[in-house]
């Protein structure tokens, strides 16, 4: 059974940058039959899709959060990492690492718990 | 960008209740839809994928349907362990939400 484990600081000040660490057990992240994506929900509102990773490396990116976010896999501690730069107070959310199906209508079959990361000074 | 709208956005139901959920997307996506329950606290679950297939584990009084736009989740006798909020989800062109149902009593 696929384990997705979010870690990162929960307090990020604005303008600084957010970063979080998804560490998969159970599965590899180098698999060629799946890939990985990050996703954030703030407080009471939905869910909003921040990016992708193929085990390829190769990212896809929500374009309103482009500027700002990276995704990066790192195949020796079978980790997903997600950076999001100049924070403010509307990044405050749940942020969710979870791995995706390729399978044309792809969908995110395991999700990690989630880890709240508020942004205030 | 592909816009996602679900209708209702909440509902009161009672145990036994059938309730449908309607998902529309902003163009046609295929059957690349899939459906999420999600629990206060908790992360979203699959319910179905592709539009109408049951995720493993699922009970089968969830049922999907629909092709192009519009897409419906059905439960066929609401269950207690059923109240929770349901989101839709293309996978046509990159990802994007639905806004959300709440099912509630």
């Known amino acids: 059974q696929v384990q997705l484990q979010e870690s990162g600081p929960g307090l990020v000040k604005p303008s600084q940058t957010l970063s979080l660490t998804c560490t998969v057990s159970?599965?590899?992240?180098?698999?060629?039959?799946?890939?990985w994506s990050w996703i954030r929900q703030p407080a009471g509102k939905g869910l909003e899709w921040i990016g992708r990773?193929?085990?390829?490396?190769?990212?896809s990116y929500n374009p309103s959060l482009k500027s700002r976010v990276t995704i990066l896999l790192d195949t020796s501690k079978n980790q997903v990492s997600l950076t999001l730069s100049s924070v403010t107070a509307a990044d405050t959310a749940v942020y969710y690492c979870?791995?995706?199906?390729?399978?044309?209508?792809?969908?995110?079959?395991?999700w990690g718990q989630g880890t709240l990361v508020t942004v205030s000074s | 960008d592909i816009q996602m709208t679900q209708s209702p956005s909440s509902l009161s139901a009672s145990v036994g209740d059938r309730v449908t959920i309607t998902c529309r997307a902003s163009?046609?996506?295929?059957?690349?839809l899939n459906w999420y329950q999600q629990n206060p606290g908790k992360a979203p679950k699959l319910l179905i994928y592709?539009?109408?297939t049951l995720q493993s584990g699922v009970p089968s009084r969830f049922s999907g349907s629909g092709s192009g736009t519009d897409f419906t989740l059905t439960i066929s006798s609401l269950q207690p362990e059923d109240f929770a909020t349901y989101y839709c989800?293309?996978?046509?062109?990159?990802?994007?939400f639905g806004p959300g149902t709440k099912v509630d009593i």
């Open positions: 990773i193929y085990h390829s490396g190769s990212t």
């Open positions: 159970g599965g590899s992240v180098s698999s060629e039959s799946y890939y």
């Open positions: 163009q046609s996506i295929n059957n690349y």
């Open positions: 989800q293309q996978s046509y062109s990159q990802f994007t």
């Open positions: 592709a539009a109408s």
């Open positions: 979870a791995r995706v199906l390729a399978l044309g209508a792809d969908y995110f079959d395991f």
